[in-house]
Nanobody, 123 residues
Framework: VQLQASGGGLVQPGGSLRLSCTAS????????MGWFRQAPGKEREFVAA????????LYADSVKGRFTTSRDNAKNTVYLQMNSLSPEDTAVYYC?????????????????WGQGTLVTVSS
């Protein structure tokens, strides 16, 4: 599985941004998908995960209520809608996937990583 994230950029505090991640390969709908981020000088941290069908999601406490992850299996794409952004959300965001047929929690310990996309929240 190869993952290609896009949609990063500069946004003002309080603003919104949507990240997309397109996966290549077959059986996309059999992989739990997710997002991690790494802020400058900090370790990578889990952000969100979504199950095969999109029916279940998991979020880090720091983004709960502000971020929403979803997926479109027909397009092999997973999304991260980010609202009410703050400077603390500034980071490189990575699209990830668990193993094939794994449960949603596998996206918290990913098997596959995409390249990152930079999100900068600043006025």
């Amino acid at each position: 599985v190869q993952l290609q994230a896009s949609g990063g950029g500069l946004v003002q505090p309080g603003g919104s941004l949507r990240l997309s991640c397109t996966a290549s390969g077959r059986a996309f709908s059999s992989y739990p998908m997710g997002w991690f981020r790494q802020a400058p000088g900090k370790e990578r941290e889990f952000v969100a995960a979504v199950s095969w069908t999109g029916g279940s999601t998991l979020y880090a406490d720091s983004v709960k209520g502000r971020f929403t992850t979803s997926r479109d299996n027909a397009k092999n794409t997973v999304y991260l809608q980010m609202n009410s952004l703050s400077p603390e959300d500034t980071a490189v965001y990575y699209c990830v996937a668990g193993g094939k047929d794994d449960p949603i929690v596998a996206a918290m310990d990913p098997t596959y990583w995409g390249q990152g996309t930079l999100v900068t929240v600043s006025s």
